[in-house]
């Protein structure tokens, strides 16, 4: 059985410590099937917008699978999806675990034949910002920068970077990123990050 992650959002550039590892090869430029937007504050990076997929708004995106070693099951691809999510890599927690009535924890979605491949599965946490605009967007992704999810990288303006590296592009996505260099007078995002990091000491 062929088994890959789809990617649409930080797990491109950065798989982690265990589906890295498991990534036989990458399928680039793969559309996803369904709409994504900066609808989510992730309590794990200090409130940062982070993509989830939307039924109103938001736009199919480009993103990328990752072709799973034929060792890895579907489970043990589930349980390392899910703790990429919440940031416990190297824990053990199950996906098995999750509290469906929880708001804040991990779902995954599964896409069968997706890609070519017998099964993908890729993370659908819930939207938890009702209405987002650049305004919202932007105070969320400077205060993570402030927080000490700003010092490991893992900030919303991080996480907008990287977005935008991986071809990435929502609807909401310019004036987002035009409203954090408004609010910090940044010149670029690289500066406007920095800025933000410079107010947390």
Same mark, same amino acid.
């Given at each position: 059985m062929t088994i890959g992650i789809l990617a649409y959002g930080s797990l491109i550039p950065n798989?982690?410590?265990?589906?890295?590892p498991v990534t036989v090869r990458r399928i680039d430029g793969v559309e996803t099937p369904f709409r994504v937007e900066f609808s989510r504050s992730s309590r794990v990076r200090d409130?940062?917008?982070t993509l989830v997929p939307v039924d109103r708004g938001g736009a199919k995106v480009t993103g990328a699978v990752l072709v799973l070693h034929d060792s890895v099951t579907e489970t043990s691809a589930q349980d390392m999806l899910y703790r990429r999510e919440r940031n416990r890599v190297g824990s053990g927690d199950r996906y098995a675990d999750v509290d469906p009535a929880d708001p804040d924890s991990a779902f995954l979605g599964r896409l069968?034949?997706?890609?070519?491949?017998?099964?993908v599965f890729h993370a659908a946490l819930r939207a938890n910002i009702e209405e987002p605009t650049p +305004?919202?967007? @932007?105070r969320l992704a400077i205060a993570s920068a402030a927080a000490p999810s700003?010092?490991?990288?893992?900030?919303?303006?991080?996480?907008l970077m990287d977005a935008k590296?991986?071809?990435?592009?929502?609807?909401?996505?310019?004036?987002?990123?035009?409203?954090?260099?408004?609010r910090t007078g940044g010149r670029d995002l690289? +500066?406007?990050? @920095?800025?933000a990091l410079g107010r947390s000491r």
């Amino acid at each position: 059985m062929t088994i890959g992650i789809l990617a649409y959002g930080s797990l491109i550039p950065n798989p982690g410590a265990e589906i890295g590892p498991v990534t036989v090869r990458r399928i680039d430029g793969v559309e996803t099937p369904f709409r994504v937007e900066f609808s989510r504050s992730s309590r794990v990076r200090d409130g940062a917008p982070t993509l989830v997929p939307v039924d109103r708004g938001g736009a199919k995106v480009t993103g990328a699978v990752l072709v799973l070693h034929d060792s890895v099951t579907e489970t043990s691809a589930q349980d390392m999806l899910y703790r990429r999510e919440r940031n416990r890599v190297g824990s053990g927690d199950r996906y098995a675990d999750v509290d469906p009535a929880d708001p804040d924890s991990a779902f995954l979605g599964r896409l069968d034949g997706f890609a070519g491949l017998d099964v993908v599965f890729h993370a659908a946490l819930r939207a938890n910002i009702e209405e987002p605009t650049p +305004e919202i967007l @932007a105070r969320l992704a400077i205060a993570s920068a402030a927080a000490p999810s700003g010092v490991v990288d893992r900030d919303g303006i991080r996480y907008l970077m990287d977005a935008k590296q991986s071809r990435i592009v929502t609807p909401l996505m310019p004036e987002y990123e035009c409203e954090i260099l408004r609010r910090t007078g940044g010149r670029d995002l690289e +500066e406007a990050r @920095a800025m933000a990091l410079g107010r947390s000491r």
